[in-house]
């Protein structure tokens, strides 16, 4: 079964607007993860953080992470044509070295 | 720096044909190595890990099976494929807590 649920399942926005993404988990976790992933390629790794953080930056994502509701989201900032894409949670907690993915949003970002 | 290898990138197989697929991780030294499942438009499976060469563990009853002869390579296999078994087919290895993936295998079974 599915650890990690995302939401919305897809999103369409113009190019500059922001994208966000959320995640919803089941089980206590030591991190989360987000992962993209380009049509017909491999995932990847876009940022981890950790179940003592609330909040991480990388360059234009955002990610927070709410272990109370069991959520995290991710904010892409100033959205590109280049960020269309599937993006990915994936969380481990009770899995150890395992990681389990959710089903993805699918975000296309219209130029 | 650590590079992950898949082949072949598309394969077409009739039902009942026996399969072999691929991995190889350059610049890493006994890496946790996973093979992952995606259907179409879904999340990804995982299907079996390893931790080090000979040992197996697997996450769904099915049809394959793999292998781990050396410490970097890693094998998914079947003896007769099921048209089920058409996907996209995922190779990864991780050192500490993050995943690196390979470009993957595109598998059609007819």
């Known amino acids: 079964s599915q650890q990690g649920e995302e939401d919305p399942q897809a999103l369409s926005i113009q190019e500059g607007e922001n994208a966000t993404m959320n995640c919803s988990y089941k089980t206590s976790i030591n991190n989360l993860q987000w992962y993209r992933q380009n049509s017909g390629r491999g995932l990847v790794h876009l940022i981890l953080?950790?179940?003592?953080?609330r909040e991480k930056h990388s360059g234009r994502l955002r990610v927070t992470l709410d272990t109370s509701k069991k959520s995290s989201s991710l904010l892409i900032t100033a959205s590109r044509a280049a960020d269309t894409a599937s993006y990915f949670c994936?969380?481990?907690?009770?899995?150890?070295?395992?990681?389990?993915f959710g089903a993805g949003t699918i975000l296309r970002v219209k130029s | 720096s650590q590079t992950i290898h898949q082949w072949p990138a598309t394969l077409v197989q009739p039902v009942g044909s026996p399969l072999s697929l691929e991995c190889t991780v350059e610049?890493?030294?006994?890496?946790?190595l996973y093979w992952y499942r995606q259907a179409a438009g879904r999340g990804l499976q995982l299907l079996f890990y390893?931790?080090?060469?000979?040992?197996i563990s697997s996450e769904v009853p099915q049809n394959l099976s793999a292998s781990r002869p050396q410490d970097r390579q890693f094998i998914l296999s079947s003896k007769k494929l099921l048209l089920s078994d058409s996907g996209f087919y995922l190779c990864?290895?991780?050192?500490?807590?993050?995943?690196?993936f390979g470009p993957g295998t595109r598998l059609t079974v007819l």
């Open positions: 990864a290895w991780s050192a500490y807590d993050t995943q690196y």
């Open positions: 610049g890493t030294s006994n890496p946790n």
């Open positions: 390893s931790v080090g060469i000979g040992q």
């Open positions: 994936a969380t481990d907690g009770e899995y150890g070295n395992k990681l389990v």
């Open positions: 953080i950790r179940s003592n953080e």
